[in-house]
């Protein structure tokens, strides 16, 4: 019998015959481009495929009829910084050393860059890798996405609320006044935009944020169609103050967040049609996803977790489960829904499986392998998710703290250190009204000594954050 030639060797003939332009094609046709898009603070009741009654959001839907829908979809905080670190680690945030669950233009610590993100695992797999929109790890250089595994990064390195350090700008205006006047609103936050280390605009101007960002996601797209690619599209928007271009501006600030998801979903199916033209469609797993719940105390400028509880801050359900689709058409079963639980913490070994890349990181992680279930081939292999965070000492200092954990249906919740654990049904009660409790110690008592049992491996194998002076 004649032995076939080993694929590597086929590749190597074809580039000697053709040249080292084709290498890329050979080498790589069977890794899968991913997209990884992530709103800020929209909620689960947001997109219409989740059930908004007055958002359209048709791009979307299609992605959730061409691909499939995540109900049980969890954050590991219900906010922004930590729940980013664990975006890009796969890590519950305590054990990467992010127990300040929000980090602010004066800090001078960061995700550690010795920290292994998905974009240092899939560029060390030969991935082009680009980060566009908002960061929020970290805004000294050595934190930066380019210090990541990113090869480029253009956007805000924090919130779109929060200022440059030197703080020279003419001072907020509340949301209805810089909604209505969204000349006089954007000039009111002193946020710079970054190219790669370089501010390159500041103040930026947000109503072109959202357009900017699928302008330069697209382009990214283009110019490494021929080579496998992860793109990091996080928008800054719904987070408030809201902001969109003067075509998609309705003046009423009661339609203010409306407007802004509506113009998320627009400039997703821009990116989708890039996608599609360019042949690009049948080989990108594209996840959209959010940060957190919605900022519920932002009245008609947030969004609505319904029929959930809670909202951004919380971890009442509201806060810490948000809409998930996946795309990624011929390669997952179209047009369905799962409720199997999963996490944005098992992004990075999910994306590792699919590209056929070793997860070497730089210690434990907690995320777990989901391509089984996201192609419909086998259920979650998660059963329990922890949620912690920091809490605000008097001292101004944080520390580390076990909020709860859901295991199958159940959730246990520990909202203060001095009183009792709350328990739900999530089966029975997604909307988490009924405390079972008090009358199920037994089951109690269970949950809150695995959830301990799981909290302690975390905490004793915290990792540190990276400091300037490191």
């Not at 890009?88 to 127990?99: A, I, L, Q």
């Not at 809201?242 to 075509?247: K, R, S, T």
């Not at 990116?271 to 009245?299: C, H, I, M």
């Amino acid at each position: 019998m004649t032995r076939k030639p080993a694929p590597k060797f086929l590749a190597l003939v074809l580039v000697l015959l053709w040249g080292d332009p084709l290498w890329g094609a050979v080498a790589d046709a069977s890794k899968p481009n991913f997209i990884l898009i992530f709103a800020d603070d929209l909620g689960y009741q947001d997109l219409g495929t989740f059930g908004s009654p007055d958002i359209k959001t048709p791009a979307i839907d299609r992605m959730a009829q061409e691909g499939r829908v995540f109900t049980s979809f969890y954050v590991a905080s219900p906010v922004c910084t930590a729940s980013r670190a664990a975006l890009m680690t796969g890590c519950y945030p305590t054990r990467v050393g992010v127990v300040k669950p929000v980090f602010f233009p004066g800090d001078d610590f960061g995700l550690h860059p010795a920290e292994t993100t998905i974009a240092d695992l899939l560029k060390s797999a030969g991935y082009a890798t680009a980060c566009v929109g908002k960061w929020h790890l970290g805004h000294q250089k050595p934190f930066l996405p380019t210090s990541q595994g990113f090869d480029s990064y253009f956007g805000i390195p924090y919130s779109n609320d929060m200022s440059h350090p030197d703080n020279k700008h003419p001072g907020k205006m509340n949301p209805d006044d810089s909604w209505k006047n969204q000349a006089a609103g954007t000039r009111g936050v002193n946020a710079p935009l970054m190219e790669n280390e370089e501010i390159v605009e500041m103040p930026v101007d947000q109503r072109t944020l959202t357009r900017r960002y699928t302008d330069r996601a697209i382009e990214f797209v283009s110019k490494n169609k021929d080579r496998p690619f992860f793109l990091y599209l996080a928008h800054n928007m719904p987070h408030v103050p809201l902001f969109v271009p003067e075509d998609s501006h309705d003046p009423d600030p009661d339609n203010a967040y409306k407007c802004a998801v509506e113009h998320i979903d627009a400039e997703t199916g821009r990116l989708l049609d890039a996608l599609r033209e360019q042949g690009l469609d049948k080989n990108t797993y594209v996840v959209f996803t959010s940060d957190n719940g919605p900022w519920l105390t932002q009245g008609s400028h947030g969004g609505s977790a319904l029929p959930l509880k809670g909202g951004k801050g919380s971890f009442d359900e509201g806060g810490i489960r948000v809409p998930c689709v996946i795309w990624a058409p011929g390669r997952i079963p179209a047009g369905t829904r799962t409720d199997g639980i999963a996490s944005t913490i098992d992004l990075l070994p999910t994306f590792a499986s699919l590209a056929g890349v070793k997860p070497e990181t730089r210690g434990p992680i907690d995320g777990l392998d989901l391509s089984g279930l996201i192609k419909g081939e086998s259920p979650s292999p998660r059963s329990e998710l922890l949620f912690c965070g920091g809490r605000k000492l008097k001292s101004g200092d944080f520390e580390a703290v076990l909020f709860g954990m859901r295991q199958g249906d159940w959730k246990i919740l520990f909202r203060q250190p001095d009183k009792n654990p709350a328990l739900y049904n999530l089966a029975e009660d997604i909307g988490e009204k009924h405390n079972l409790a008090p009358d199920n110690p037994e089951k109690t008592e269970a949950l809150r000594r695995r959830a301990e049992e799981l909290w302690k491996e975390v905490r004793s194998n915290a990792r540190s954050l990276g400091h300037r002076h490191n």
